[in-house]
Protein backbone atom coordinates (compact mmCIF):
# COMPACT_ATOMS: atom_id res chain seq x y z
CA UNK A 1 0.00 0.00 0.00
CA UNK A 2 1.10 3.79 -0.87
CA UNK A 3 2.86 5.79 1.84
CA UNK A 4 0.39 8.41 0.81
CA UNK A 5 -2.60 6.17 1.42
CA UNK A 6 -1.43 4.35 4.64
CA UNK A 7 0.54 6.84 6.73
CA UNK A 8 -1.91 7.03 9.46
CA UNK A 9 -2.80 3.57 9.92
CA UNK A 10 1.04 2.62 10.07
CA UNK A 11 1.80 5.45 12.56
CA UNK A 12 -1.02 4.65 14.60
CA UNK A 13 0.09 0.59 14.82
CA UNK A 14 3.81 1.49 15.32
CA UNK A 15 2.66 3.57 18.62
CA UNK A 16 0.55 0.94 19.78
CA UNK A 17 3.23 -1.51 18.96
CA UNK A 18 6.07 0.39 20.65
CA UNK A 19 3.94 0.34 23.96
CA UNK A 20 2.73 -3.00 23.87
CA UNK A 21 6.41 -3.86 23.33
CA UNK A 22 8.11 -1.57 26.00
CA UNK A 23 9.85 -0.17 23.04
CA UNK A 24 9.90 3.85 23.30
CA UNK A 25 11.62 4.00 19.72
CA UNK A 26 9.27 2.25 17.90
CA UNK A 27 6.70 4.50 19.00
CA UNK A 28 8.69 7.55 18.34
CA UNK A 29 8.90 6.28 14.73
CA UNK A 30 5.52 5.96 14.75
CA UNK A 31 4.97 9.67 16.15
CA UNK A 32 7.30 10.97 13.77
CA UNK A 33 5.28 8.89 10.72
CA UNK A 34 2.16 10.80 11.73
CA UNK A 35 3.91 14.41 11.82
CA UNK A 36 6.04 13.53 8.66
CA UNK A 37 2.61 12.62 7.09
CA UNK A 38 0.52 15.44 8.44
CA UNK A 39 3.10 18.01 7.20
CA UNK A 40 3.63 16.39 3.85
CA UNK A 41 -0.17 16.27 3.68
CA UNK A 42 -0.46 20.24 4.76
CA UNK A 43 2.69 20.90 2.13
CA UNK A 44 0.52 19.47 -0.81
CA UNK A 45 -2.74 20.66 -0.08
CA UNK A 46 -1.31 24.35 -0.08
CA UNK A 47 1.63 24.22 -2.41
CA UNK A 48 -0.53 25.66 -4.80
CA UNK A 49 -1.72 28.68 -2.98
CA UNK A 50 -0.56 32.28 -4.49
CA UNK A 51 1.53 30.95 -7.15
CA UNK A 52 1.11 32.32 -10.57
CA UNK A 53 1.98 30.99 -13.80
CA UNK A 54 1.24 34.09 -16.66
CA UNK A 55 2.08 34.49 -20.44
CA UNK A 56 2.94 37.93 -22.31
CA UNK A 57 3.20 37.78 -25.53
CA UNK A 58 5.02 41.39 -27.44
CA UNK A 59 1.57 40.94 -29.88
CA UNK A 60 -1.88 39.29 -30.51
CA UNK A 61 -1.66 39.69 -34.31
CA UNK A 62 1.65 38.92 -36.83
CA UNK A 63 2.29 37.74 -40.16
CA UNK A 64 3.61 34.57 -41.36
CA UNK A 65 7.04 33.80 -40.61
CA UNK A 66 7.35 37.16 -38.04
CA UNK A 67 8.63 36.47 -34.72
CA UNK A 68 6.54 37.01 -31.64
CA UNK A 69 8.14 37.16 -28.20
CA UNK A 70 6.25 35.30 -24.94
CA UNK A 71 7.47 35.74 -21.31
CA UNK A 72 6.49 33.30 -19.12
CA UNK A 73 6.89 34.37 -15.37
CA UNK A 74 6.06 32.19 -12.52
CA UNK A 75 5.94 33.54 -8.82
CA UNK A 76 5.86 31.56 -5.57
CA UNK A 77 4.44 34.48 -2.80
CA UNK A 78 4.46 32.76 -0.18
CA UNK A 79 7.05 30.59 3.00
CA UNK A 80 6.39 27.46 1.43
CA UNK A 81 8.36 26.43 -1.44
CA UNK A 82 7.95 24.36 -4.31
CA UNK A 83 10.51 21.41 -4.27
CA UNK A 84 10.03 20.68 -7.89
CA UNK A 85 7.38 21.71 -10.80
CA UNK A 86 6.96 21.32 -14.40
CA UNK A 87 4.50 23.40 -16.38
CA UNK A 88 3.11 22.74 -20.02
CA UNK A 89 1.79 25.38 -22.44
CA UNK A 90 -0.44 24.14 -25.16
CA UNK A 91 0.18 25.80 -28.73
CA UNK A 92 -0.86 25.18 -32.01
CA UNK A 93 1.09 23.16 -34.31
CA UNK A 94 1.61 26.00 -36.52
CA UNK A 95 3.60 27.50 -34.13
CA UNK A 96 7.33 26.85 -33.92
CA UNK A 97 9.61 28.14 -31.09
CA UNK A 98 13.27 27.86 -32.71
CA UNK A 99 15.40 26.13 -30.16
CA UNK A 100 12.79 24.10 -28.25
CA UNK A 101 12.03 20.63 -28.45
CA UNK A 102 8.03 20.47 -28.00
CA UNK A 103 6.35 17.37 -26.43
CA UNK A 104 2.99 15.44 -28.42
CA UNK A 105 -0.25 16.78 -26.80
CA UNK A 106 -2.94 14.25 -26.85
CA UNK A 107 -5.32 16.91 -28.60
CA UNK A 108 -4.78 16.75 -32.20
CA UNK A 109 -2.99 19.98 -33.46
CA UNK A 110 -1.41 20.86 -30.19
CA UNK A 111 1.95 20.70 -28.77
CA UNK A 112 2.90 21.02 -25.24
CA UNK A 113 6.47 23.52 -24.22
CA UNK A 114 7.41 22.93 -20.38
CA UNK A 115 9.85 23.75 -18.49
CA UNK A 116 10.87 21.51 -15.19
CA UNK A 117 12.69 23.32 -11.95
CA UNK A 118 12.36 24.21 -8.14
CA UNK A 119 11.18 27.62 -7.17
CA UNK A 120 11.91 28.48 -3.43
CA UNK A 121 9.66 30.39 -1.09
CA UNK A 122 8.89 34.59 -2.27
CA UNK A 123 10.87 33.46 -5.51
CA UNK A 124 9.91 34.14 -9.02
CA UNK A 125 11.22 32.62 -12.37
CA UNK A 126 10.87 33.92 -15.61
CA UNK A 127 11.30 32.79 -19.55
CA UNK A 128 11.15 34.25 -22.61
CA UNK A 129 10.61 32.31 -25.88
CA UNK A 130 10.12 33.23 -29.49
CA UNK A 131 7.52 32.16 -31.29
CA UNK A 132 7.25 32.11 -34.95
CA UNK A 133 4.31 31.31 -36.77
CA UNK A 134 4.79 29.51 -40.14
CA UNK A 135 1.12 29.33 -41.41
CA UNK A 136 -1.51 32.04 -41.35
CA UNK A 137 -4.64 30.98 -39.12
CA UNK A 138 -6.50 31.65 -35.55
CA UNK A 139 -4.07 29.47 -33.57
CA UNK A 140 -4.99 28.15 -29.81
CA UNK A 141 -2.43 29.94 -27.23
CA UNK A 142 -3.19 27.49 -24.07
CA UNK A 143 -4.11 25.93 -21.65
CA UNK A 144 -1.73 25.36 -19.44
CA UNK A 145 -0.66 22.21 -16.73
CA UNK A 146 1.09 23.07 -13.48
CA UNK A 147 2.61 19.84 -11.49
CA UNK A 148 4.42 19.78 -8.11
CA UNK A 149 4.38 17.37 -4.69
CA UNK A 150 5.45 18.17 -1.08
CA UNK A 151 9.32 17.80 -0.18
CA UNK A 152 8.71 13.33 -0.42
CA UNK A 153 6.82 13.62 -3.65
CA UNK A 154 4.12 11.41 -1.68
CA UNK A 155 1.19 13.88 -2.61
CA UNK A 156 1.52 14.97 -6.14
CA UNK A 157 -0.74 17.89 -7.16
CA UNK A 158 -1.62 19.31 -10.55
CA UNK A 159 -3.77 22.36 -12.02
CA UNK A 160 -5.14 23.06 -14.90
CA UNK A 161 -5.46 26.90 -15.93
CA UNK A 162 -8.43 26.72 -18.71
CA UNK A 163 -7.89 30.08 -20.53
CA UNK A 164 -7.35 29.88 -24.45
CA UNK A 165 -6.36 32.50 -26.33
CA UNK A 166 -5.27 32.79 -29.51
CA UNK A 167 -3.08 34.39 -32.26
CA UNK A 168 -4.12 35.95 -35.42
CA UNK A 169 -1.71 35.12 -38.00
CA UNK A 170 -2.27 37.11 -41.39
CA UNK A 171 -1.66 35.86 -44.49
CA UNK A 172 1.00 37.01 -46.73
CA UNK A 173 0.41 40.71 -48.53
CA UNK A 174 2.52 40.89 -51.37
CA UNK A 175 2.41 43.92 -53.99
CA UNK A 176 0.36 43.61 -56.59
CA UNK A 177 3.36 44.09 -59.29
CA UNK A 178 4.26 40.73 -57.90
CA UNK A 179 1.33 38.69 -58.90
CA UNK A 180 1.68 40.56 -62.00
CA UNK A 181 -1.10 42.89 -61.75
CA UNK A 182 -0.75 46.68 -62.62
CA UNK A 183 -1.19 48.47 -59.72
CA UNK A 184 -2.40 52.19 -61.23
CA UNK A 185 -5.69 49.72 -63.48
CA UNK A 186 -5.69 46.02 -61.48
CA UNK A 187 -9.26 45.59 -62.39
CA UNK A 188 -9.46 46.32 -66.02
CA UNK A 189 -11.17 49.12 -67.50
CA UNK A 190 -14.54 50.08 -68.88
CA UNK A 191 -16.01 50.80 -71.95
CA UNK A 192 -15.91 54.83 -72.21
CA UNK A 193 -13.14 55.32 -70.03
CA UNK A 194 -13.28 55.54 -65.91
CA UNK A 195 -16.56 54.74 -64.31
CA UNK A 196 -18.83 56.95 -62.70
CA UNK A 197 -19.34 56.07 -58.85
CA UNK A 198 -22.64 57.12 -57.67
CA UNK A 199 -23.92 57.08 -54.03
CA UNK A 200 -27.87 55.46 -53.86
CA UNK A 201 -28.75 57.89 -50.85
CA UNK A 202 -28.23 60.80 -52.64
CA UNK A 203 -30.85 61.43 -55.12
CA UNK A 204 -29.98 64.33 -57.94
CA UNK A 205 -32.94 64.19 -59.93
CA UNK A 206 -35.23 61.87 -62.28
CA UNK A 207 -35.23 61.04 -65.77
CA UNK A 208 -37.58 58.66 -68.02
CA UNK A 209 -36.65 54.93 -67.94
CA UNK A 210 -34.11 53.35 -70.00
CA UNK A 211 -33.90 50.05 -70.99
CA UNK A 212 -30.87 48.18 -68.92
CA UNK A 213 -31.99 49.99 -65.55
CA UNK A 214 -32.50 47.96 -62.69
CA UNK A 215 -35.76 47.28 -60.99
CA UNK A 216 -34.26 49.45 -57.76
CA UNK A 217 -33.41 52.10 -59.57
CA UNK A 218 -36.75 53.34 -60.65
CA UNK A 219 -39.11 55.67 -58.18
CA UNK A 220 -42.58 54.04 -58.03
CA UNK A 221 -44.03 57.12 -56.60
CA UNK A 222 -42.63 59.28 -59.53
CA UNK A 223 -43.86 56.65 -61.86
CA UNK A 224 -47.45 56.75 -60.46
CA UNK A 225 -47.64 60.57 -60.49
CA UNK A 226 -46.37 60.80 -64.38
CA UNK A 227 -47.78 57.56 -65.54
CA UNK A 228 -44.79 56.64 -67.17
CA UNK A 229 -41.80 54.75 -65.81
CA UNK A 230 -39.17 56.82 -64.03
CA UNK A 231 -35.65 56.40 -62.90
CA UNK A 232 -33.30 58.19 -60.29
CA UNK A 233 -30.22 60.15 -60.72
CA UNK A 234 -28.17 59.80 -58.22
CA UNK A 235 -25.36 62.28 -57.38
CA UNK A 236 -21.70 60.74 -58.51
CA UNK A 237 -19.77 59.70 -55.16
CA UNK A 238 -16.47 60.77 -53.52
CA UNK A 239 -15.96 57.30 -52.77
CA UNK A 240 -15.17 54.49 -54.36
CA UNK A 241 -17.10 51.15 -53.36
CA UNK A 242 -14.69 47.68 -53.72
CA UNK A 243 -16.55 44.29 -52.53
CA UNK A 244 -13.94 41.68 -52.63
CA UNK A 245 -15.84 38.27 -53.24
CA UNK A 246 -13.96 35.40 -52.26
CA UNK A 247 -15.05 31.98 -53.06
CA UNK A 248 -13.12 29.86 -50.89
CA UNK A 249 -14.33 26.43 -52.39
CA UNK A 250 -11.52 24.31 -54.29
CA UNK A 251 -13.05 21.40 -54.91
CA UNK A 252 -16.81 21.15 -56.31
CA UNK A 253 -18.03 18.75 -53.77
CA UNK A 254 -17.31 19.02 -50.25
CA UNK A 255 -16.83 15.38 -50.04
CA UNK A 256 -13.51 15.36 -52.14
CA UNK A 257 -11.62 17.72 -49.68
CA UNK A 258 -9.97 21.02 -50.54
CA UNK A 259 -6.36 21.97 -52.49
CA UNK A 260 -4.83 23.29 -49.64
CA UNK A 261 -2.22 24.86 -51.85
CA UNK A 262 -4.93 27.09 -53.86
CA UNK A 263 -6.69 27.88 -50.62
CA UNK A 264 -3.81 29.57 -49.10
CA UNK A 265 -3.01 31.54 -52.87
CA UNK A 266 -7.01 32.61 -52.80
CA UNK A 267 -6.32 34.33 -49.16
CA UNK A 268 -3.28 35.89 -49.93
CA UNK A 269 -4.28 37.33 -53.31
CA UNK A 270 -7.57 38.33 -51.65
CA UNK A 271 -6.06 40.09 -48.70
CA UNK A 272 -2.93 41.77 -51.03
CA UNK A 273 -6.16 43.17 -53.35
CA UNK A 274 -7.32 44.47 -49.73
CA UNK A 275 -3.93 46.54 -49.00
CA UNK A 276 -3.59 47.79 -52.22
CA UNK A 277 -7.43 49.52 -52.25
CA UNK A 278 -7.05 50.60 -48.90
CA UNK A 279 -4.35 52.77 -49.89
CA UNK A 280 -6.16 53.75 -53.01
CA UNK A 281 -8.67 55.36 -50.66
CA UNK A 282 -11.02 52.69 -51.40
CA UNK A 283 -14.37 51.60 -49.43
CA UNK A 284 -13.01 47.97 -49.34
CA UNK A 285 -15.68 45.20 -48.38
CA UNK A 286 -15.49 41.52 -47.74
CA UNK A 287 -17.50 38.53 -48.59
CA UNK A 288 -16.57 35.10 -48.07
CA UNK A 289 -18.84 31.67 -48.32
CA UNK A 290 -16.93 30.95 -44.64
CA UNK A 291 -17.22 31.64 -41.46
CA UNK A 292 -15.75 33.40 -38.20
CA UNK A 293 -14.60 30.87 -35.44
CA UNK A 294 -17.37 29.39 -33.24
CA UNK A 295 -19.94 31.56 -35.91
CA UNK A 296 -22.46 30.12 -38.04
CA UNK A 297 -22.89 33.27 -40.07
CA UNK A 298 -20.52 33.96 -43.57
CA UNK A 299 -17.94 36.20 -42.97
CA UNK A 300 -19.27 40.01 -43.95
CA UNK A 301 -17.50 42.89 -43.66
CA UNK A 302 -19.34 46.49 -45.30
CA UNK A 303 -17.38 48.30 -47.22
CA UNK A 304 -15.52 50.96 -44.57
CA UNK A 305 -12.89 53.80 -45.29
CA UNK A 306 -12.26 53.36 -41.81
CA UNK A 307 -8.38 53.06 -40.57
CA UNK A 308 -8.87 49.50 -39.01
CA UNK A 309 -10.74 48.37 -42.08
CA UNK A 310 -7.88 46.82 -43.81
CA UNK A 311 -7.25 45.03 -39.92
CA UNK A 312 -10.54 43.57 -39.92
CA UNK A 313 -10.53 42.52 -43.05
CA UNK A 314 -7.22 40.63 -43.06
CA UNK A 315 -8.34 38.99 -39.58
CA UNK A 316 -11.29 37.72 -41.27
CA UNK A 317 -8.88 36.39 -43.93
CA UNK A 318 -6.87 34.54 -41.10
CA UNK A 319 -9.75 32.83 -40.03
CA UNK A 320 -10.87 31.59 -43.19
CA UNK A 321 -10.79 27.51 -43.10
CA UNK A 322 -11.92 24.95 -45.58
CA UNK A 323 -15.62 23.94 -44.43
CA UNK A 324 -17.83 26.70 -46.37
CA UNK A 325 -21.59 27.64 -44.60
CA UNK A 326 -23.14 27.14 -48.49
CA UNK A 327 -22.10 28.48 -52.22
CA UNK A 328 -20.88 32.25 -52.71
CA UNK A 329 -23.59 32.69 -55.18
CA UNK A 330 -26.14 32.34 -52.18
CA UNK A 331 -24.15 35.04 -49.92
CA UNK A 332 -23.87 37.12 -52.70
CA UNK A 333 -27.85 37.35 -53.76
CA UNK A 334 -28.54 37.94 -50.14
CA UNK A 335 -25.88 41.23 -49.98
CA UNK A 336 -26.48 41.89 -53.38
CA UNK A 337 -29.31 44.76 -52.26
CA UNK A 338 -26.79 46.78 -50.50
CA UNK A 339 -24.32 47.03 -53.08
CA UNK A 340 -24.32 50.48 -54.46
CA UNK A 341 -24.69 50.63 -57.79
CA UNK A 342 -21.33 51.14 -60.05
CA UNK A 343 -19.93 49.47 -57.33
CA UNK A 344 -16.40 47.35 -58.04
CA UNK A 345 -17.23 43.68 -57.39
CA UNK A 346 -13.79 41.64 -57.59
CA UNK A 347 -14.10 37.77 -56.94
CA UNK A 348 -11.40 35.65 -56.28
CA UNK A 349 -11.93 32.01 -56.86
CA UNK A 350 -10.31 29.09 -57.71
CA UNK A 351 -13.58 27.26 -59.36
CA UNK A 352 -16.41 29.36 -60.85
CA UNK A 353 -19.76 27.48 -60.29
CA UNK A 354 -22.82 27.73 -62.52
CA UNK A 355 -24.88 29.39 -60.03
CA UNK A 356 -21.94 32.06 -59.11
CA UNK A 357 -21.61 32.52 -63.07
CA UNK A 358 -25.40 33.29 -63.25
CA UNK A 359 -24.94 35.71 -60.23
CA UNK A 360 -22.12 37.80 -61.89
CA UNK A 361 -23.77 37.69 -64.86
CA UNK A 362 -26.72 39.56 -63.16
CA UNK A 363 -24.72 42.25 -61.41
CA UNK A 364 -22.88 43.11 -64.53
CA UNK A 365 -26.23 43.88 -66.23
CA UNK A 366 -27.43 46.55 -63.07
CA UNK A 367 -24.18 48.16 -63.83
CA UNK A 368 -21.62 46.67 -61.73
CA UNK A 369 -18.04 46.41 -62.49
CA UNK A 370 -17.23 42.46 -62.39
CA UNK A 371 -13.79 41.59 -62.54
CA UNK A 372 -12.73 38.23 -61.60
CA UNK A 373 -9.02 37.18 -59.97
CA UNK A 374 -8.97 33.66 -61.15
CA UNK A 375 -6.07 31.47 -59.01
CA UNK A 376 -6.38 28.39 -61.43
CA UNK A 377 -7.16 28.12 -64.97
CA UNK A 378 -10.56 26.16 -64.65
CA UNK A 379 -12.13 29.46 -64.32
CA UNK A 380 -11.92 30.54 -67.47
CA UNK A 381 -14.42 28.33 -69.46
CA UNK A 382 -16.98 29.28 -66.85
CA UNK A 383 -16.52 33.00 -66.96
CA UNK A 384 -19.79 34.63 -68.40
CA UNK A 385 -19.01 37.19 -71.57
CA UNK A 386 -18.29 40.07 -71.18
CA UNK A 387 -16.35 39.78 -67.28
CA UNK A 388 -12.78 40.57 -67.39
CA UNK A 389 -10.23 38.06 -66.30
CA UNK A 390 -6.80 37.77 -64.63
CA UNK A 391 -5.28 34.41 -64.20
CA UNK A 392 -2.93 34.67 -61.16
CA UNK A 393 -0.64 31.21 -60.89
CA UNK A 394 2.42 32.17 -58.03
CA UNK A 395 3.85 34.98 -59.75
CA UNK A 396 2.57 34.76 -62.98
CA UNK A 397 -0.82 35.98 -64.20
CA UNK A 398 -2.74 35.55 -67.69
CA UNK A 399 -5.10 38.10 -68.89
CA UNK A 400 -8.03 37.18 -70.73
CA UNK A 401 -11.25 39.92 -71.42
CA UNK A 402 -14.25 38.51 -73.00
CA UNK A 403 -16.22 41.10 -75.45
Do not use: C
Not at 216 to 235: F, N, P
Amino acid sequence: MPFRDSWVVVGVLLIFAGFGAEQPIIGVIGALVLVLGWVTRYWSRHVFDRVTLTRTPSEWRTFIGEEVDVEFTMTNAKPLPLPWYEWRFALSEPLTVPGESLGAAAVPGLKWLHRRGSLGWYQKHRWKFTVKPVERGFHQFGPATLRSADLLGAFPRSIEDDGKEHLIVFPAVVPLEDLGLPSDRPFGERRGGDPVFEDPLRIAGMREYRPGDPLKRIDWKATARSGDLRSRVYEPSATQQLYLLVNIDTMEHSWEGYLKEELERIVSVTASLAAWAAGARYSVGLLANGAFPDADRPIRLPPSRSRDQLTRILEALAVIQPLTLGDLAGAIRKESGRMPAGSTLVVVASLMPEALAGVLARLRDEGHHVFVIATSPRVQDSLPPGIGMREVRGSAVAEVTFA
